[in-house]
Every structure is written in C-alpha cells, then in structure tokens.
C-alpha cells in the first residue's frame, strides 16, 4: 500500500505514468467513469479549502466512487481531543482511502503511519502540498510543452507558502531549471529547501525582491498569496500582505510564452485584469488539479505494493525534543520525537514529521 505525503514519494516515471493518466482521463472521461465504483474516498480537512477538497470529491465521484468526510476540525473528534493515528485507524474502517489536510505540520504522515488504506497529504500546515504540485506538474507540461529547461519565479510568501516547497522538490528532478524566489526578505524560503533541495541537486537559483527586475526573463510566474493564518504577528502580515500585486502593466514586461500559474485562493496578488490573458494560467490549472486527483486516487487504489522504505537513520532521545509550534508533535503528546540524521560528522538532524532542523551531540 502506497500513500502520498511528499512529492518526492514518486519518482521521475511515475510522476510522468500520473500526468499521461491524467491527460487520457481529461480526453476521454467516459473510460474512466466507473473506475472506482464500490469504493470509497475520505475527505479530512481540519483545514479550510474549496479547490483541493472539492476537487478530491469531484475526482472521486467522477471515477463512479463515493465521497464521505468533513470540512472543519469542529465537527469531527478532533474536538474531543482525539488523536490523529486513532483517526487515522477509525477512517481506514470506513473508506478505501483518504485524503487529509491539517494546520500541524506532519499530520497526514502521522495517519499514513497508522492508517491501513492509503493516505494523501491535502496540505499539511507551512510544510508541503504534494497534489497542488501534480496539478502545477500538468499545468507546465500542457502550457509550457516540458517540464525542463524552465526558469521559474516563485512569488510571494515563500516562507509559509507550502505550495512552492512542494513545487520546487519536484522541479529538483528534472534538469536544466534555474529558479528566482521573489519575496520580502521576512518571508523568504526556509534554509531547509535552500539547502535539501536547491543546492543538493545544484539547481540555479537567485534570491530577489523585486518582481519587476524578474518577470521579463521567467517562463513561468508562480504567484502566491500571503499565508495570514501562519504568521504569529498580525502587524507583520499587516505589514506584508500587499508586497507584491500583478497588474495587467507588469505583464507587459513578460514573454509572450511565459504563463501564470496561481495555486488560488487570490487575495490581492493579482488584479483582476490580467484575468483575460491567455498567459493566465490558474484557472486551467484548478481543472487540471481535478484530472491529477482522479490519476493519483487510481494509481493508489490499484498499487498493494507496500511504501518504498528508506535507509536513513533515524534517531530517538529523550533530550532532544522538536521546538517547532507548527510540528505535529506540539500538540500530540504520545507522540514520540523522531529525527532524521542529515549530516552525521556535524550533528544535523532533522524532525521526521516537519523537517524542522536540530542539532545533536556526537
Ligand atoms: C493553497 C494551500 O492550501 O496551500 N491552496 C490550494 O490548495 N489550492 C494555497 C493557499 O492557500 O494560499
């Protein structure tokens, strides 16, 4: 059984056999219409959402499956204080696979560990959200025609904004990609990324505040709104919240080739006015989210192999404890504080459930 909690879960040719599903699906929907008959998906979200979870349900009853679930911590036990493995246990009961999206980084890894169906990550806090990455994959592959030799700007909130995270650990695979990340200096990307994904696979990268210096040489736009209900200071997002807006006379600085990809929901980082630009891209991209959905609910519910294992060492001390207050594991108790060794001969770990970065004696 396989779950999806990280892009990175697939590698290179099962991403392309989910983008090739998905194209077929988008062309002949009649194939596909009884796919899942009999089966069930899940929908948790502990989270607010319209495109992701609405999609999953669309995805789902348009393969002939069944949707149960909820759309707001409030009205499931997590407001008795249970805990995600036994949710994660209970909904394996009732439904062939679920979908999960939580404010606490780690959650849905948490349930994927304890649920015997598979478990895809709706979006997990400031951490990472694998789908909207395949429907940013199948928006540059029908848009741009490939998926390497791209110079991508992320704009925005690049710090919170879990969207990009995903984005560029997929994009870390295939070559020639150079990436401007264009945001306020506040909300610039976490090392981690910097560190785990650009400079690992030697990707080509420049930090900017400027959008204007930037669009004329992108190919892509990756717009992102500023992630209000992650910051801890509401003068800062105050502060923030309007660094960056598109407007129909920025676009005139942009190639004719280069498109605008949005996860959505806007606030104010795009007028509407560029809206009517066929470079606008974020509206194909919502129904691409849907194709992507439907390609990865088959693959998975076909799969029985069991998850890739990895080889990394993994340690455990009492003493050494996550500090992150977005982790998992802040609010779970029982939970047990688990770390990835990243660098051994420096003592760099990293938590298993945030990627948060912590330092260990030798
Ligand atoms: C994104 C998310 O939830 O991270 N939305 C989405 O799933 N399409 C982006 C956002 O909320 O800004």
């Given at each position: ?11 290179v040719?099962e991403l ?16 596909y219409?009884q796919?899942c ?72 890894y ?5 649920a ?8 997990d ?19 741009n025609?490939?998926?390497d ?14 969207t990009v995270?995903s ?5 870390s ?13 506040e909300l610039r ?14 990707m ?13 040489s992108l ?31 920025k676009?005139r ?9 949005h ?5 104010n ?8 630009d066929?470079?606008a ?6 129904l ?15 799969n029985k ?6 080889n ?11 500090d ?14 688990k770390?990835?060794v ?11 459930y ?9």
């Open positions: 059984m396989r779950s999806l909690i990280d892009i990175t879960d697939f590698s040719d392309w056999d989910l983008l090739h599903t998905a194209c077929d699906i988008s062309e002949n929907p009649d194939k219409a796919k008959s009999g089966k069930k998906l899940a929908t948790l979200f502990f989270e607010p959402s319209t495109r992701t979870r609405l999609s999953f349900e669309a995805a789902m009853l348009e393969l002939g499956g069944n949707v149960i679930g909820f759309s707001e911590a409030s009205s499931s036990s997590a407001a008795k204080g249970e805990s995600i493995a036994d949710t994660a246990k209970i909904i394996s009961c009732y439904a062939d696979i679920m979908a999960m999206r939580h404010p606490k980084e780690g959650a849905p948490v349930a994927s560990l304890n015997t169906v598979p478990v895809i990550n709706a979006g806090g400031g951490h990472c959200h694998p789908t909207q990455t395949l429907a940013d994959l199948l928006t540059i592959y029908r848009e025609g490939r998926l030799n791209l110079t991508i700007g992320c704009c925005g909130d690049l710090k919170y904004g879990r995270h984005l560029l650990a997929a994009m695979r295939y070559s020639g990609i150079k990436v401007l990340l264009i945001s306020p200096k990307l976490p090392g981690y990324i910097k560190h785990d994904v650009l400079e690992k696979y030697n080509e990268y420049l930090e900017t505040e400027s959008l204007e210096d930037a669009i004329g190919d892509i736009l990756y717009m992102t709104r500023i992630q209000q209900e992650r910051f801890d200071s509401r003068d800062e997002y105050e502060r923030l919240k309007d660094s960056y807006v598109l407007t129909t006379e676009m600085s942009a190639k004719d080739t280069m498109r605008v990809l996860p959505l929901p806007r606030v980082e795009i007028s509407v006015k560029v809206d009517d066929p470079r891209a974020y509206f194909r991209q919502a691409n989210g849907k194709y992507m959905r439907m390609a990865l609910i088959l693959k998975l519910l076909e192999e069991p998850s890739k294992k990895t990394d060492e993994i340690l455990v001390d009492e003493n050494l404890l996550c992150n207050p977005r982790c998992i594991t802040s609010v779970e108790q029982e939970l047990e504080h770390f990835k990243t660098d051994a001969a420096k003592g760099l770990c990293r938590c298993i945030c990627e948060t970065k912590k330092v260990f004696q030798i």
